[in-house]
């Protein structure tokens, strides 16, 4: 019996020694692919070191100038500021959308309906020019009551108000979505277990529910900051002195257009980077413990 099993192994380790091996089959493609991407790279470089209308020079006297820098300040304030808004806007429209009431989840639909239907340049076109439409904003009895308050609509609406009012509202609208998702991924019966815990709905959903859903909410949340650090860029259409605005004073005096759009590029290219390496590290974080991750890991 062990003679026929040495002899069957045997002859299982000789046919599998002269198994036919697999060659892989040339990757023609991948080579023409890998020449045509060296070829235009190479054509970028080329011109970025040759074409005088660069004009690096000129982008290394203006990449620092405290012009820009202040630009960029405002750039970072701004979107700061419109990220906090827009989240905690996001979270109560997404809840108001689960609550199971028809005249909140009318109104949230609403809101996320008309702010994420019209484009973020006519919101804040509209908001900037508000005074138009109310010359004074009131606080009081509506249908000609008494005012408790009044204050000209050109001394409240500022190009700062206005592009905060502009891209905070409009971000709302599509943080409330993301947030949404983020909380139907989380299974119900979390939320049943910690009800049976005695815990009070506040305390199960910042305490139980948000923790877990903020791996599916913290990737989109990312991408919507990092879009809208460039989506600032719309309100130099108000006058807005953020990066982009402060760019273009100072090519509207010099004419220098190409080289100060290269200082604009290169400070947004910056910027966004190192929110990304930020961006990782806190997926990173709220991936802990996730089963996906650790399979890829095994």
């Not at 989109?220 to 760019?247: C, D, F, R």
């Not at 759009?261 to 290169?266: K, N, S, Y």
């Not at 290219?269 to 890991?297: A, C, N, P, T």
Request: net charge neutral.
């Amino acid at each position: 019996m062990s003679a026929h099993l040495a002899l069957d192994t045997a002859e299982t380790s000789t046919d599998m020694s002269k198994a036919p091996e697999i060659i892989n089959p040339p990757r023609l493609g991948r080579w023409i692919g890998v020449i045509l991407v060296g070829t235009v790279m190479a054509w970028i470089v080329y011109q970025a070191l040759t074409n005088p209308g660069f004009q690096w020079d000129v982008v290394g006297r203006y990449l620092l100038d405290v012009g820009v820098l202040k630009g960029v300040a405002m750039t970072l304030q701004l979107t700061a500021i419109v990220m906090i808004v827009g989240l905690l806007i996001g979270i109560v429209v997404a809840v108001m959308r689960m609550s199971g009431d028809p005249l909140l989840i009318f109104c949230a639909h609403a809101f996320v309906w008309f702010f994420r239907g019209t484009p973020v340049l006519v919101q804040l076109v509209f908001w900037y020019n508000l005074a138009a439409l109310f010359p004074a904003i009131e606080i009081g009895i509506p249908f000609g009551g008494p005012k408790f308050f009044e204050i000209p609509a050109t001394v409240a609406i500022s190009s700062f108000t206005a592009a905060l009012l502009g891209l905070g509202l409009n971000e709302g609208a599509y943080m409330a979505e993301i947030i949404r998702a983020g909380l139907m991924s989380v299974d119900n019966g979390q939320s049943e277990a910690s009800k049976a815990l005695g815990h009070k709905p506040w305390h199960t959903f910042w305490v139980v529910v948000l923790p877990q859903a903020m791996k599916a909410i913290v990737p989109p949340t990312g991408n919507q900051v990092i879009g809208m650090l460039k989506y600032t860029s719309i309100a130099s259409v108000v006058a807005l002195y953020e990066l982009m605005h402060s760019v273009e004073l100072i090519y509207s005096r010099n004419f220098e257009i190409v080289p100060l759009l290269i200082v604009a590029a290169l400070w947004y290219l910056f910027l966004v980077s190192i929110l990304s390496v930020i961006q990782y590290f806190i997926e990173k974080h709220y991936s802990k413990g996730w089963q996906g991750q650790d399979d890829r890991g095994a």
